[in-house]
């Protein structure tokens, strides 16, 4: 599992023009990509590790502030681009495997007390964040 975790002072995403998910106050814009031997025990894993992340102002994470979290699924974190012009997307698991770990990550992450926005799974979305800082990291489960 994949995520690729920004600090925001606002992030939105839209589908076909009806914004899906919002948050409106400092956060965390979470892109998270599952590949094909992840668990829902990584997706939980995962989850605690950015609830708990201390990147917020003052070294502060999500927990400490109660700050929302906006998580959007993304296959692409697993392209392969060494080979050629057109990426490889092989390393990322296809949608009856990533959707419902996706799920879980989402789902561990309110059961931590996150409030959780969501992005819609496999749809064409377009986001727009504010990025604070600019803090912007990649983690790897």
């Known amino acids: 599992m994949r995520a690729v975790v920004q600090r925001v002072s606002q992030a939105s995403v839209t589908v076909e023009g009806e914004v899906v998910g919002a948050i409106d106050q400092p956060g965390l814009m979470v892109l998270l990509g599952v590949t094909h031997d992840d668990t829902a025990e990584k997706a939980a ?25 906006l998580a959007i699924s993304q296959f692409t974190l697993y392209a392969d681009t060494r080979k050629g012009r057109r990426p490889s997307w092989s ?11 996706y799920d879980a990550f ?36």
């Open 91 to 101: 390393a990322a698991a296809p949608g009856p495997i990533s959707e419902p770990l």
């Open 45 to 69: 894993a995962l989850a605690a590790k950015i609830w708990t992340l201390r990147i917020l102002r003052d070294e502060r994470s999500c927990a400490d502030e109660q700050a929302p979290i």
């Open 106 to 141: 989402c789902a561990a992450l309110e059961a931590l007390g996150a409030k959780v926005e969501r992005g819609r799974f496999g749809a064409d979305m377009q986001v727009a964040l504010t990025n604070d800082g600019p803090v912007t990291l990649i983690l790897d489960a």
